[in-house]
T-cell receptor, first 114, second 111 residues
Framework: DARVTQTPRHKVTEMGQEVTMRCQPI?????VFWYRQTMMQGLELLAY????????DSGMPKDRFSAEMPDATLATLKIQPSEPRDSAVYFC????????????FGPGTRLTVL | DQQVKQNSPSLSVQEGRISILNCDYTNSMFDYFLWYKKYPAEGPTFLIS?????DKNEDGRFTVFLNKSAKHLSLHIVPSQPGDSAVYFC??????????FGAGTRLTVKP
């Protein structure tokens, strides 16, 4: 039963601290996406990778957010320094690089920045 | 920029009746449309999709309609069941595989 995994599931931190969220995509998928869910904006695309190369990170605040894929089994999203407005649920999704192919989502990381 | 819009944040329907969820988009380059369903504390899961070359796709109780000239699509659920209660996201993608999501509509199906 292949699925996307994300760690941690919950994170509470104080403003100014570094936060790292991790994602293990489904084996064989070659695209990975990071989304943020907020009440007002729904699912916002933050960044996505194809074959581990970043294709689009225009949705991320560049000064504090960074996304990487050190290898095919791990994607990371880092926030440094974190701010209260970053509080949200962050989802990772993976899929195949064909137009319209469904994405498979992880369970999300609920981040609270105090 | 909200390229995909779901203007109804919530919808309440009686069990057995039809649920109609609507979605509008602005980017004419979108050529594939998907609906995802999300339960609390879980990630969204794929429900049904439609290509821009079609105007209807049906899968059991779920039917998606696409009106390209109006840049509008809708998801029909009939008959609605209490287990359908969830948040439904509309999504659209262009050939570059970039996918944009709407803000979601919370559907409540009352027994």
């Amino acid at each position: 039963d292949a699925r996307v995994t994300q760690t941690p599931r919950h994170k509470v931190t104080e403003m100014g601290q570094e936060v790292t969220m991790r994602c293990q995509p489904i084996l064989g998928h070659n695209t990975v996406f990071w989304y943020r869910q907020t009440m007002m904006q729904g699912l916002e695309l933050l960044a996505y990778f194809r074959n581990r190369a970043p294709l689009d990170d225009s949705g991320m605040p560049k000064d504090r957010f960074s996304a990487e894929m050190p290898d095919a089994t791990l994607a990371t999203l880092k926030i440094q320094p974190s701010e209260p407005r970053d509080s949200a649920v962050y989802f990772c999704a993976s899929g195949w690089a064909l137009a319209g192919n469904e994405q498979f989502f992880g369970p999300g990381t609920r981040l609270t920045v105090l | 920029d909200q390229q995909v819009k779901q203007n109804s944040p919530s919808l309440s329907v009686q069990e057995g009746r039809i649920s109609i969820l609507n979605c509008d988009y602005t980017n004419s380059m979108f050529d594939y449309f998907l609906w995802y369903k999300k339960y609390p504390a879980e990630g969204p899961t794929f429900l049904i999709s439609i290509s821009s070359i079609k105007d209807k796709n049906e899968d059991g109780r779920f039917t998606v309609f696409l009106n390209k000239s109006a840049k509008h699509l809708s998801l029909h659920i009939v008959p609605s069941q209490p287990g359908d209660s969830a948040v439904y996201f509309c999504a659209a993608s262009a050939s570059n595989n970039d996918m944009r999501f709407g803000a979601g509509t919370r559907l409540t199906v009352k027994p």
